[in-house]
């Protein structure tokens, strides 16, 4: 084992020697303007997230939904022990909620949709979801759950995972480029990013008995 470890060290150091060396040949690479005009967008960091480097973004949303999942898995067994009852929310913290949902999610269809251009994208708007999901917990863990039915999200959740796949390969094996694409990506990472907030949130929730 240790002679394995120690070819393996010894052939990294040979490879990070010859990267830094300059003795291997290396591609020369576009401009960065240049990059972002080819897939229609203003934004070069959403170009390289969502186009260049697309794959390492997939990955990410992998390690996130497996994460989800072990929080799912971890939290069904624990119930608090000894824990006071509810604290009932006020009269004005629900009627907030009710109010400032909807533009929570409009902003954050919109931080998306416009993520190609400015700052913005599929994590943050997700983000930015959750945090709307959350404040709709204010209404009480019982009642938001009968409206917000975890099964049917969690379906919509790995769905939105397989369209992320079938994006990642029409952009990178087909070589498909434009603004839709990286739309299309945003979205279904908000989508993603979103359900998962509200899966952590809702199992925390239960599992303490209220918030």
């Known amino acids: 084992m240790k002679p394995l470890a120690a070819l393996t060290v010894l052939g990294l150091l040979v490879l990070l020697g010859l990267g830094a060396s300059g003795l291997l040949p290396r591609p020369e690479l576009p401009l960065p303007e240049h990059v972002a005009a080819a897939w229609g967008a203003r934004n070069l960091v959403a170009t390289i997230v969502l186009g260049v480097r697309l794959w390492d973004t997939l990955f990410e949303i992998l390690i996130y939904a497996m994460t989800i999942v072990g929080v799912k898995l971890g939290l069904r067994p624990v119930r608090w022990e000894g824990a006071g009852p509810p604290v009932a929310e006020t009269p004005l913290l629900r009627r907030a909620a009710d109010l400032l949902l909807g533009p929570v999610v409009v902003f954050a269809l919109y931080v998306a949709t416009s993520g190609h251009l400015g700052p913005g994208g599929g994590f943050p708007a997700g983000a930015l979801l959750g945090t709307g999901l959350l404040l709709a917990l204010a209404k009480g863990v019982e009642r938001l759950s009968a409206e917000v039915y975890e099964p049917t999200l969690e379906w919509v959740k790995y ?53």
């Open 159 to 211: 769905g939105a995972i397989v369209a992320i796949l079938a994006l990642t390969g029409v952009v990178l094996v087909l070589g498909r480029k434009g603004s839709p694409y990286l739309i299309a990506a945003n979205l279904l990472m908000t989508v993603e990013v979103a359900i998962g907030a509200w899966v952590i949130l809702h199992r925390f929730a239960k599992s303490r008995g209220e918030l």
